[in-house]
């Protein structure tokens, strides 16, 4: 069976991985940092929280960039995962939308009892 291999950052001579893989430390493999998925995260639960719209759609397109650039490889063992900043941004957008959605329209009179 081969499987790919996995970035470890635990100590080599340590015996909890039956093959751990070390990638080399070089400018190549180093530890990446993800500014676009910490933007969104940030940028998509402010806009829930003062209900902007337009701040809440572009953590949202954020979100898909940091998706789609992600290198699994290359980030910290405490990196935030893509995925959940792609999901915190589809709640800013659906936090935003529902209301808009839900509440009737100012001139709708409403139905008779």
């Known amino acids: ?5 996995v970035y470890d950052k635990s ?8 093959y751990p893989f070390h990638l080399p ?15 969104a995260m940030t ?3 402010a806009g829930m929280f003062i209900k902007q719209p337009l701040i809440v ?10 998706f789609v650039n992600q290198q699994p490889l290359r980030q910290g ?4 995962s893509p995925l959940l ?6 709640a800013g957008v659906m ?3 529902m209301p808009k959605m839900m509440l009737p329209p100012a001139g709708q009179t409403p139905l008779p009892a």
């Open 25 to 39: 430390l070089s400018p190549e493999w180093s530890e990446h940092k993800d500014p676009y998925g910490q933007t």
């Open 57 to 66: 759609w572009g953590a949202f397109i954020l979100s898909v960039i940091s």
């Open 1 to 5: 069976m081969v499987s790919a291999p």
């Open 95 to 97: 936090a935003n939308i």
């Open 77 to 80: 063992k405490d990196a935030t």
């Open 11 to 18: 100590d080599p001579k340590s015996a909890e991985k039956l």
């Open 85 to 90: 900043v792609l999901g915190m941004a589809f």
């Open 43 to 45: 940028a998509a639960g």
